[in-house]
């Protein structure tokens, strides 16, 4: 019997999802999310950053999940990029269409076609790649066009066409914080992102009413995910990565997942700024 308890415990032990060793504050948010997972079948990666400390939660964040859809920030980024060195504009005629429009279709209503006709205007999966791994962004990749990738063999645990929690989030971050696009770029993106009609019962399903949710969302046989930015009552940002393959009820999980990390952030940061700022004032009058 003791045997088979210690057998017992070793494979549960071994079974547990990767935690992304938070900081210790962030430890009670990582925990509950680790527990969500174990209670829901399948396997689920989360990466979530406070995108003003670049304090990191996750569960499983340096797993290669499949991107599905969440494929198409990258692509667009990569347009946007070339608009503004003067490349490309967005009302370049392509396939006689408008590149806005086609960026539109792609972010808004996850448009397949429309993402195959800017990735071939850009110059194939492999210009994309190329263009992440020039700016470092790493652990995430692109070898194939969309069309490709749905009339393959399905494979959720193919590493092409991939991406790590944390590398998406990382990817998250280079937008938000102007280091890979201009602000006019960015606040365009930002706001396709913001208008995403797809994944109403994953990010933003279980979120206070008005919170501003800007993500893009990708969709698979038995595969679920959702990727973006959330923003707090206080207007922090949160970069946010969530995929989901096999199991049941994936989109519920990651909509319970978002709320846990919502409610865990913005709990987390009202007693430390307000402990902060009460010391502050003690010491030398009320702050700025």
């Not at 494979?11 to 060793?21: D, I, K, R, S, Y």
């Not at 527990?35 to 399948?42: F, Q, T």
């Not at 850009?122 to 969309?146: A, E, F, H, M, S």
Request: charged fraction near 20%.
């Amino acid at each position: 019997m003791r045997v088979t308890a210690i057998i017992v415990f070793l494979v549960t032990l071994f079974a547990q999802p990767a935690l992304a060793e938070a900081p210790p504050r962030l430890k009670p948010l990582e925990q509950q999310l680790s527990y969500l997972i174990a209670n829901n079948p399948g396997n689920v990666g989360i990466a979530a950053m406070d995108l003003r400390t670049g304090e990191l939660v996750g569960v499983d964040p340096d797993t290669p999940f499949p991107m599905a859809s969440t494929v198409k920030i990258a692509v667009a980024a990569n347009y946007l990029a070339q608009v503004e060195h003067g490349r490309r504009t967005l009302d370049d005629t392509i396939g006689g269409r408008s590149a806005r429009s086609l960026m539109e279709a792609m972010m808004i209503h996850s448009n397949n076609q429309a993402t195959d006709m800017l990735i071939r205007n850009l110059g194939g999966p492999d210009t994309v790649q190329k263009w992440l791994t020039q700016q470092g962004i790493y652990g995430l990749r692109i070898d194939r066009n969309i069309a490709q990738l749905l009339a393959a063999r399905r494979d959720l645990w193919d590493v092409r066409d991939s991406s790590t929690p944390r590398a998406m989030v990382h990817l998250l971050k280079r937008i938000d914080n102007g280091s890979l696009l201009r602000p006019q770029s960015r606040a365009y993106l930002l706001d396709l992102m913001a208008r995403c009609a797809t994944g109403r019962n994953r990010m933003r399903a279980l979120l206070p009413a008005g919170t501003l949710v800007q993500h893009k969302t990708g969709t698979l046989s038995n595969y679920a995910s959702d990727v973006g930015f959330l923003t707090l009552p206080d207007g922090r940002r949160l970069a946010v990565a969530m995929f989901a393959r096999q199991g049941a009820d994936r989109p519920g999980v990651i909509a319970r997942a978002a709320r846990a990390i919502f409610d865990g952030f913005n709990s987390l940061w009202r007693t430390p700024f307000n402990t902060t700022a009460a010391a502050a004032s003690a010491s030398y009058g009320r702050p700025n």
